[in-house]
């Protein structure tokens, strides 16, 4: 059976929502396929104790704030997906589930959205699948030959199963910090970072940083210079968990190794260390195997936008991939002015 509607939108996490909100806003008919069998994204996978990098009212979607947690100051991954199953009901948005996506495919005037449960057919196509669901590991010389347990961040839960263990955490962004503070007490921890780790100072969190990178996102479309703004500062927040591990000298970094063998990992000068399990915290790339039908990447990989809107495809969108789909867009508090700009052509489009 195929269905027809006005927008079908392919992700049912932060910014799916955020862009059925706005859809909804501009009258539009419109599905939200999501993979999950339940709601809140990606944010029903993460490790035990990931913590937001903003207090609850500065990590909300449009129209919705976050309540307050009680007793926490930035909100644990369990508040969050609480609060976007609320707002997916308190919406009323029309989320499809469980729908895996197989490919998006030119059908005339529509986009044909094939699924393991049936065919859409629409004027336009929001994809915002995230990245969670690509994880990125680098080329390491060894590390096929590695004898112990390696993992990525995405398959990473609780120090509680490394224990007494010899770990190797590999990634200076927060997601590192975050994990490598989460091993230091209970492992002997190697934490090793591509260059020395740049904590930001401790009064800064999430709300300057989106508010850094809208003011980047500003500067570049003007034709002004990047001035790097709070960035320039540093790359991790650091929360209260990764404070106090950095400030019992826990969290102290080693360069990058440049190789692995059977039973650890050996530096350029020689130097070795022993090692059970390495987890690699290093990063995602777009998840958008479901795109490939329409032959949109470039040299590189990459789909060149125009602010969402997709330049070689213009009834299709991309929304909560990182600062090239809109300042901040891959997070909470960041992605409802991209999805509002997004819903707003994908109308005039439909409209004309």
């Known amino acids: 059976m195929t269905q027809h509607t006005d927008v079908v939108v392919i ?5 799916g929502l955020a862009a059925g909100y706005h859809l909804r806003r501009q009258g539009l008919d419109f599905a939200i396929l999501d993979a999950q069998p339940t709601p809140g994204g990606a944010w029903q996978h993460p490790w035990d104790s990931l913590r937001l990098f903003s207090p609850a009212a500065f990590s909300s979607l449009p129209g919705r704030p976050m309540p307050v947690q009680l007793g926490e100051v930035y909100p644990d991954a369990r508040h969050v997906v609480e609060y976007l199953a609320e707002y997916e009901q308190r919406y009323a948005l029309p989320v499809v589930r ?14 044909r959205v094939a699924s393991d449960s049936g065919t859409w057919r629409a004027r336009a196509v929001v994809s915002a699948t ?3 669901w690509r994880p990125f590991l680098p080329a390491v010389a060894g590390r096929t030959e590695f004898g112990g347990r390696q993992l990525h961040t995405v398959d990473y839960r609780s120090p509680a199963e490394f224990a007494g263990q010899r770990v190797v955490a590999v990634g200076g962004g927060n997601s590192g910090a975050q994990i490598a503070a989460d091993l230091a007490y209970d492992t002997q921890l190697t934490w090793v970072t591509q260059r020395p780790p ?5 009064d800064i969190d999430g709300r300057a940083l989106f508010d850094a990178a809208t003011a980047r996102r500003r500067a570049l479309d003007a034709g002004r210079t990047d001035t790097g703004g709070v960035a320039s500062l540093g790359d991790i927040v650091a929360i209260p968990p990764v404070r106090e591990a950095r400030d019992a000298g826990l969290l102290k970094a080693s360069p990058m190794f440049t190789r692995i063998e059977r039973d650890g990992i050996v530096w350029a000068d020689g130097t070795r260390a022993g090692a059970d399990a390495i987890i690699w915290c290093t990063g995602f790339r777009p998840a958008l195997s479901h795109l490939g039908p329409l032959q949109l990447r470039g040299a590189h990989g990459h789909i060149t936008t125009d602010g ?3 330049v070689d495809e213009p ?3 991309l929304l909560g991939y990182g600062d090239w789909t ?3 867009s891959a997070t909470l508090i960041g992605v409802g002015r991209p999805a509002r700009e997004a819903a707003r052509e994908i109308a005039t489009f439909i409209a004309g």
């Open 315 to 317: 009834r299709l969108h």
């Open 130 to 132: 995230g990245t969670w």
């Open 198 to 202: 740049r904590f930001l100072p401790d």
């Open 11 to 15: 992700g049912g996490g932060q910014a």
């Open 308 to 310: 969402t809107r997709a």
């Open 326 to 328: 809109g300042p901040a």
């Open 98 to 111: 469980p729908v895996r996506v197989r490919g998006v495919h030119r059908d005339g005037a529509f986009l």
